[in-house]
């Protein structure tokens, strides 16, 4: 059984920062790729970052490049997104995802267990 609990979210000012933190159970999460997704009300959910098994390589939306980056820590099952820079489109429910292999992709369709979300909510 897995489970992935974000935790980290909240309210802040244009241009703050945020650190959000995703906690995974079952004993499979050093062998998946994980990955960070948000929704904001009315649209899709979107890929946000991804970051592969080992931590060798990392994968962002171009909307984020620079300004969000994804880790992880194998030994504790915790994967962190730390958000710099926000704006208010950046405004969504950000959802935790365990992918189907080592690699994943961008697609929702590659990751099989997520997590419930957590709100960001960046103010103007």
């Keep these: 059984q897995v489970q992935l609990v974000e935790s980290g979210g909240g309210l802040v000012q244009a241009g703050g920062s945020l650190r959000l933190s995703c906690a995974a159970s079952g004993r499979t999460f050093s062998s998946r790729a994980m990955g960070w997704f948000r929704q904001a009300p009315g649209k899709e959910r979107e890929f946000v970052a991804r970051i592969t098994a080992s ?12 300004r969000f980056t994804i880790a992880r820590d194998n030994a504790k099952k915790l994967v962190y997104l730390e958000m710099n820079s926000l704006k208010p489109e950046d405004t969504a429910v950000y959802y935790c995802a365990r992918g189907s292999t080592t690699v994943a992709g961008s697609s929702t369709s590659e990751f099989d267990y997520w997590g419930q979300g957590t709100q960001v909510t960046v103010s103007s």
């Design 55 to 66: 931590a060798a390589a990392t994968y962002y939306a171009g909307s984020v490049k620079g």
